[in-house]
Nanobody
Framework: VQLVASGGGSVQAGGSPSLSCAAS????????MGWLRQAPGKEREGGAN???????SYADSVKGRFTISKENAKETLYLQMNSLEPEDTAMYYC?????????????????????WGQGTQVTVSS
């Protein structure tokens, strides 16, 4: 299984970049998928999850600004980020679980997932 995240970079506050995660060896259509992030000096935290049925959940810090989606035919998970703030600066990780539904309470941690990628850095400047 490989998860390759891309789309990060340096953006101005208020920007709207989109992250992509190309999955191989694992069908995104039938797995719990997620985006997690780790800001400098902070613990890694869940950002958004999507279950196999398309239902989503978000951290309060990104709700209303970020949208997780997937394109099954392309085996790709996306994270559309809007109204970015400097506090969104972090390494963003794409992750996948072997379950159709995310079995944990809340967004889970990286250890709850079975696979994760190398991450893509997003740096937001004010």
């Amino acid at each position: 299984v490989q998860l390759v995240a891309s789309g990060g970079g340096s953006v101005q506050a208020g920007g709207s970049p989109s992250l992509s995660c190309a999955a191989s060896g694992l069908p995104v259509s039938s797995r719990c998928m997620g985006w997690l992030r780790q800001a400098p000096g902070k613990e890694r935290e869940g950002g958004a999850n999507m279950e196999s049925d398309g239902s989503t959940s978000y951290a309060d810090s990104v709700k209303g600004r970020f949208t997780i989606s997937k394109e099954n035919a392309k085996e790709t998970l996306y994270l559309q980020m809007n109204s970015l703030e400097p506090e969104d600066t972090a390494m963003y990780y794409c992750a996948a679980a072997l379950y159709r539904h995310c079995p944990w309470n809340g967004l889970g941690t990286l250890a709850d997932f079975d696979y994760w990628g190398q991450g893509t850095q997003v740096t937001v400047s004010s």
